[in-house]
């Protein structure tokens, strides 16, 4: 992996003044073990986004690995890997540091890596370098004598944070006063759509309700399916990538109402939630919402010619000023199918972007955001923690282990296989 690539590096060198630039904030240079006793989310994108009272926080890591240095916490991750051999495999989100890539079984997003630790059922260990509703993801979907293992339990999702069982259940409730269950044509008169990246108890109410998990790449395909057997969908957390999809498939912005968990009938009058198509949830990643059209006009005027691909989970005007919108793999793929030289200005997380920019160095690969600013959420796992959960399972101790209750698994398994249902598995692809 090349070091040209890396987000830690840069962030060093920028906030050591040894390089040009400059990052959302200077404390990113830090060890997150410096933020874990304090609630937030840390510096980094979502440093401004309220945390929930419930969120998990992460004990103390001990000294030897915060203050080991790269080198023996890289050497000593490797030689754990080695002893622990075929009972471990570590799963590395596409948004995770390269010092976390480079020791990853398997890369990708939170599904492709859901779907991945299948494949090794001798594993005793899942090791999820992602975020929490990744790691319960994964649970939900291993074997029971499995553990699943998040490096860093502070290492949340502030877009799935957004969307509390609590407020939706109470949201439910309120829909049902309006609509009553059934439509007129025979239909549920609402069908609940989450977003792969909430939370379990939300995919399992999902489930008990007639409703579904969507994608970024299959959101589209998953709403057709939530309009054959209702009248209308109540799409959560993300607005965004609610918004954009229902757009795209020609519903009208007016049909499309914003869900407000903190107001009477989130927020609108009975008519609008009466003629809504899609209600939206006030929910948003910090990551996405971070890019610009006025970002994209600058990359054009400065390369004319690009091809600007965005994320849907960035604001409608974003997407519309893009060329093109995708999911992660999309993405990724995308520039793996460029013959020919091309200059790409991308839309998505910092260490996904520079790390494309290394692989492919015939393309001109940039970040919209010329700012040096990482999820805060992945961020927080950081190769000390990865080598005190290796090193814990090598001396026998399962820490970080996530699991999810039974009377939870079971309908978010329902949702989840509706999902699978209504694309095939192969094709089924890819989350944020
Ligand atoms: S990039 Fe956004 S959606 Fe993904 S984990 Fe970070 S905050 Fe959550």
Known sequence: MSQTASVDTRIQLITTQQAPGSTCSPDLAQGPWEFDPQPGYGPGASMADEIPTTAPRQGELPDAYKQASTEDLHARIRAAKETLGEKLVILGHFYQRDEIIAHADFVGDSFQLANASLTRPEAEAIVFCGVHFMAETADMLSQPEQAVILPNLAAGCS????????????????????????ADDGRQSVIPVTYMNSSAAIKGF?????????????????????????QRVLFFPDQHLGRNTAKAMGISLDQMPMWNPNKPLGGNDEQSLLDAEVILWHGFCSVHRRFTVAQIEAARAEHPGVRVIVHPECPMPVVDAADESGSTDYITKA???????????????????????????????????????????????????????LESLVDGTV??????????????????????????????????
């Not at 489930?207 to 209702?230: D, H, K, M, P, Q």
Request: proline content about 7%.
């Open 159 to 182: 877009m799935a944070d957004m969307a509390d069982i609590d407020q939706v259940e109470e949201c439910w409730e309120q829909l049902m006063d309006v609509y009553g269950p059934t």
């Open 206 to 230: 999902c489930g008990r309700n007639g409703g579904i998990v969507c994608t970024s790449s299959n959101a589209a395909t998953v709403l057709e399916w939530a309009f054959e057997r209702g």
């Open 335 to 389: 520039i793996a199918a460029a013959t020919e030289p091309t200059t790409f200005a991308i839309g998505t997380e910092i260490n996904l972007v520079q790390r494309l920019a290394a692989e492919y160095p015939q393309h001109t690969i940039f970040c919209l955001d010329p700012v040096v600013c990482p999820c805060s959420t992945m961020y927080r796992i950081h190769p000390g923690y990865l080598a005190w959960v």
């Open 399 to 432: 820490v970080n282990q996530i699991q999810v209750p039974d009377d939870v698994t079971t309908p978010a398994r329902v949702a989840l296989e509706r999902m699978l249902a209504a694309k095939p598995p192969a094709a089924a692809g890819t989350s944020a």
